[in-house]
């Protein structure tokens, strides 16, 4: 190797070195610059929700920020779902949030001071705060069977299939037996074993309207679903 080749091959290291050392620069600065720090959060403030941790974000480098800076919003507020986080650069955060989905209304009548509740898809029971119109459930008597409110919420989410206006689904449940009432039917679910199952049975008969008055489900695996159910 001559000297001008070795020369040639330093000089190219030099300059390769030098445009790294502008582009951590450039980097450096850029991240570090008050111009990308976070100053506004937009986020729908009329939620039920604790907010506070947001305040938290403010003034850091909005390219670092990441879901891992949202924990402590999550973990103070369970019935959000998930955070759809947008950056409007140079310094604003658009926040959208999804929360869980409201299920119904309850009231546990055992309690020395009842209070009305809010049963969410994700098994969160919370004390109600808005007065959004949801089915709604009385218990009067208990214990309650295990798996009680996965059963609900399966039943509802059936339902839900059906052209059945929920907000005047009315539940009562007296430690044996599941009833619900709708607008003149009264229906005896029974058990609340395999509310899945009776729920396209009861989704079917409140959206036919033929069964009018007392209606009971009956214990049968007969595939007709005229079968499941006796009217009076």
Wanted: glycine content about 4%.
């Amino acid at each position: 190797m001559n000297f001008n080749e070795a020369e040639r091959r330093s000089y190219k290291s030099f300059l390769i070195f030098i445009l790294f050392c502008l582009i951590f620069s450039f980097i450096f600065m850029i991240t570090n610059s008050s111009k990308y720090r976070v100053m506004n959060i937009n986020y729908d403030n009329s939620l039920s929700l604790n907010f506070e941790s947001f305040e938290t974000l403010k003034y850091k480098s909005i390219w670092f920020i990441n879901e891992s800076d949202f924990e402590e919003f999550y973990s103070s507020n369970l019935v959000v779902e998930r955070l759809l986080i947008s950056k409007q650069f140079p310094n604003t955060l658009e926040i959208e949030i999804s929360t869980h989905e409201k299920i119904l209304h309850f009231t546990d009548f055992r309690s020395t001071l009842p209070k009305v509740k809010t049963l969410y898809k994700n098994l969160l029971i919370s004390e109600k705060i808005e007065s959004d119109l949801l089915p709604s459930l009385q218990i009067t008597n208990g214990p309650i069977p295990d798996g009680f409110y996965s059963d609900l919420i399966s039943l509802i989410l059936t339902l839900k299939k059906y052209e059945v206006n929920l907000e005047e689904l009315k539940l009562t449940y007296n430690g044996e037996s599941l009833i619900a009432n709708y607008i003149d039917t009264e229906i005896n679910i029974g058990s609340t074993f395999d509310l899945s199952r009776k729920g396209t049975v009861i989704g079917y008969i409140l959206e036919q309207g033929n069964c009018k008055g007392s209606v009971t489900i009956l214990n049968t695996k007969d595939e007709d679903i005229e079968a499941l159910f006796t009217c009076e």
